[in-house]
C-alpha cells in the first residue's frame, strides 16, 4: 500500500497533467484572410482578384462558404473532382491544406455581385423546380439545401445565387454524367432531370439575391 503522501501527489498529477499538456500544444490553426490574398495572385486570372464575375466558364467563388471552397480544393487535388485546370492549380500550393483554408477564408470574406436571369421563356419553369422540384420525378426542391434565397447553408450546401448559369448547368450536366462524382445527392438529383429543365433552374438560380 502507498503512504498517503504519494497517493495525494499521483492524484494531483492526474489532475493537473490534461492542463499542462493542453498549454503546451500548438496554438490552433487560424484561417486568415489576408494569407488567403496573398496566395491568391495565380488564382486572379481566372476568378478575377476577389473570386468575383468573370468568364462564364470560371465559377464565382466571391462569397462563397468557406467549408465548401475548401472541401473542393482538396477533392480537385486528390482528383475526386476531376478538372485538369484546378488539379494543378492546387498542386502549386506548398503550404497544402493550410492554404486551402487561408484561400478559403479569403475569399468567403468577399461580397458577391449579384447576378441576372437571362432567358424570360424558362424563368417559370425554373423557379417551380428551385422552390418546388419536379413532383413526379422525385426531384426535391432545391430551396431546400441551397436556401431560398440562394444563399446556401454553410457548412454543407453552396452558394448557388448570381453564380454564372453556363457554370451552373456545366456542373449540373456533370452531375449527370458522373463526370463529377464528389456528391452521391447532386449525382441523384441531376440524374432525375431533363436538358431543358437543368438550363431552366441554372437560368433561374443566376438571378437570385
Ligand atoms: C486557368 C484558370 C483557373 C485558375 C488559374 C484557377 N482556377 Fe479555380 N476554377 C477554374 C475552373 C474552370 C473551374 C471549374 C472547374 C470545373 O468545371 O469543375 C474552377 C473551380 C474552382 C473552384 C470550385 C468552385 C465551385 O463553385 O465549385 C474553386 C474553389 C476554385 N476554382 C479556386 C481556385 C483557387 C483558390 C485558385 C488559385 C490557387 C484557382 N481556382 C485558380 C479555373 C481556374
Ligand atoms: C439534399 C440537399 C440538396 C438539394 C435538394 C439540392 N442540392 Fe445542389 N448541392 C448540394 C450539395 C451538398 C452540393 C455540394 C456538392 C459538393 O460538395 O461538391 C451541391 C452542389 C450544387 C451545385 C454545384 C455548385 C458549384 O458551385 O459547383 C449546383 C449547381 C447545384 N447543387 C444545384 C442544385 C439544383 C438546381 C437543385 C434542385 C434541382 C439542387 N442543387 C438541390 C445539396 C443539394
Redesign the pocket.
Known sequence: MKPPQSVISSLLLALVAPFAMAAEAPAAFKADPAKGQA??G??G???LQDGGRGVP???I?AG?HPEY?FK??TEFKSGK?A?P??MG??MT?AGGEADMKH?AAFYASKTPQPGASQNKETLALGEQIYRGGIVSKHVPACSGCHSPNGAGMPAQY?RVAGQHAEYAE??LLAFRAGT?ANSAQMTGIAARMNDREIKAVSDYMAGLR
Open positions: 496566395l491568391a495565380a488564382c486570372a481566372c476568378h466558364a470560371n465559377p467563388i462563397q471552397i473542393q480544393l473532382r478538372s485546370v484546378m492549380m492546387v500550393l484561400l453552396p456545366a456542373q463529377r
